[in-house]
């Protein structure tokens, strides 16, 4: 199991291809997102199938669901591997227009968020990416 930390970065146009990707990854600006902002997961479909037995009923993608991920890998994982600088992978910052919603707070106010939310408060199997058995690469 491999996830890794997102690098947060304000973007003035899209990127077209590999070029114009490796050019933003030199980039100053980027900002380590805060623990937990991982956005990106790789595992054997072996232990994906593992996973999803035993996945409680979160809407992927919506806050809470990927910390359930974390714990699944600490559990199920053999080495669970937590990748903090390379690759360098690029979150743009933006809003949540596209979902309705007015401002970034307010994703908490999203049913699948406070779907996921109510999932994960009443859960035992919680974790993060730090501590634990987590390898850092």
């Given at each position: 199991?491999v996830?890794?930390?997102r ?14 990707y490796l050019a933003?990854?030199?980039r100053?600006?980027?900002k ?5 902002g991982?956005?990106?997961f790789?595992f054997?479909?072996?232990l994906?199938?593992?996973?999803l037995?035993i ?10 669901w990927?910390?359930w991920?974390?714990?699944a890998?600490i559990?199920l ?8 600088s390379?690759p360098k992978i ?9 979902l309705g919603l007015?401002?970034?707070k307010?994703?908490?106010e999203?049913?699948a968020?406070r779907?996921?939310m ?10 993060g990416i730090s ?5 850092y690469s």
């Amino acid at each position: 199991f491999v996830t890794g930390i997102r690098h947060d970065i304000s973007l003035s146009g899209p990127i077209t291809d590999e070029r114009s990707y490796l050019a933003l990854c030199k980039r100053s600006d980027t900002k380590v997102h805060r623990s937990g902002g991982t956005d990106y997961f790789a595992f054997p479909v072996t232990l994906g199938r593992r996973i999803l037995a035993i996945m409680p009923d979160y809407v992927m993608g919506a806050a809470a669901w990927d910390n359930w991920l974390h714990w699944a890998a600490i559990k199920l994982s053999k080495t669970p591997i937590c990748t903090l600088s390379k690759p360098k992978i690029l979150h743009p910052r933006h809003g949540y227009r596209q979902l309705g919603l007015k401002t970034a707070k307010s994703i908490y106010e999203h049913p699948a968020v406070r779907h996921n939310m109510k999932i994960y408060k009443a859960s035992k199997n919680k974790a993060g990416i730090s501590g634990g058995r987590w390898k850092y690469s």
